[in-house]
């Protein structure tokens, strides 16, 4: 079944001080599988995280559909959804990393990670267990737990941020470079992560400059370029 539909997508952009609108991307078609997970590949201002963007509603479409399989709602356009959808959905199914930490001030790292159990309807207890699992495996440094993040360094920052979306165990995880500051290690430890998600049957849409790291990760490669699939499954390649 698919869990997400992308059909001939497309975003403009106003830009108010020029008067003038640009295309950031158009005629995107792709779909995922439950479980599947995409690379989406492209240079730089190609409109990769746009896509992302769009699917997670920070940006509103406005050409093409976004359907989207949701649990709750059944088949959902995402760029028709209304607010309320939106939010449940980001809530309880729809997860997004980026490289930026969008936190609530005065709320430290332990509470925010906790809070995204909570969200989910999970015990106080089970959700303080989990959150210093989670802060333990993307070895935050104990001493930072009780701490505000706003400080944390770029690597930290990311390491929270993953914690906080996996630990919810999205049907669909959107991943936008999440890899970008962090070290070998860290690296290794959000492998170990969207691997145990896939195989829980999350399904994922990921952009990542580093092509290494994807490699035997992901069940397809999106080219901007070309505007479909250049890998499929153990590396088999498909033209056109
Ligand atoms: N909020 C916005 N307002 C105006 N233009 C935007 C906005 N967001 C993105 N763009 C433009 O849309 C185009 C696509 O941007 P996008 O960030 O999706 O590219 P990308 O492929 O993810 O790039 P990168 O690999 O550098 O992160 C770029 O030209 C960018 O300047």
């Given at each position: 079944m698919s869990m997400l539909e992308i059909k001939n997508f497309g975003k403009r952009f106003t830009i108010h001080h020029l008067g003038k609108t640009m295309q950031a991307v158009e005629h995107i078609d792709f779909s995922l599988e439950t479980g599947e997970f995409i690379g989406i590949v492209g240079?730089?201002?190609?409109?990769k995280s746009t896509i992302l963007k769009s699917i997670y509603r920070t940006y509103l479409p406005d050409a093409g559909r976004l359907l989207y399989y949701s649990e709750r709602f059944g088949s959902i356009d995402l760029a028709e959804a209304t607010e309320r959808e939106i939010l449940y959905l980001r809530q309880y199914e729809i997860g997004y990393v980026s490289q930026f930490l969008n936190v609530m001030p005065r709320t430290t790292s332990r509470q925010l990670v906790e809070k995204a159990l909570l969200e989910m309807g999970e015990a106080e207890e089970v959700a303080r267990r989990e959150a210093e699992q989670a802060l333990t495996h993307f070895e935050l440094d104990p001493k930072l737990w009780d701490t505000y993040p706003t400080t944390f360094s770029g690597g930290e920052k990311l390491r929270l941020n993953i914690a906080m979306a996996t630990v919810k165990k999205p049907r669909l995880l959107l991943l936008?470079?999440?890899?970008?500051?962090?070290?070998q290690q860290s690296k290794e430890k959000v492998r170990d992560i969207i691997k145990k998600l896939k195989a829980n049957g999350t399904t994922l849409v990921g952009i990542f400059h580093d092509i290494e790291f994807m490699d035997g990760l992901c069940d397809k490669v999106f080219d901007m370029k070309r505007r479909?699939?250049?890998?499929?499954?153990?590396?088999?390649a498909h033209e056109g």
């Open positions: 240079k730089s201002g190609s409109g936008d470079e999440p890899t970008a500051s962090l070290d479909s699939f250049i890998m499929e499954k153990q590396g088999v």
